[in-house]
């Protein structure tokens, strides 16, 4: 279910869809309609440091399920 955000008028609106993160953790996906990255940038924020948790570093991959 996709969460429609305007959380100031400067940032503009955010798109944000609820995950469950590697089976563990839950977080969301976070597609802000002003951006520079281009369509192959996810951004996934949750309420842990993900690359501590995972011990991830740069190329690793997660799984993100809908939820």
Do not use: S, W
């Amino acid at each position: 279910k996709r969460i429609h955000l305007q959380p100031n008028p400067t940032l503009g609106i955010i798109d944000c869809y609820p995950v469950k993160i590697n089976k563990e953790i839950k977080g969301a996906i976070v597609i802000p309609l002003k951006t520079r990255h281009n369509a192959t940038i996810v951004e996934v924020v949750a309420p842990v440091c993900l690359r501590d948790y995972f011990q991830l570093h740069d190329g690793d991959e997660v799984t993100c399920e809908l939820v």
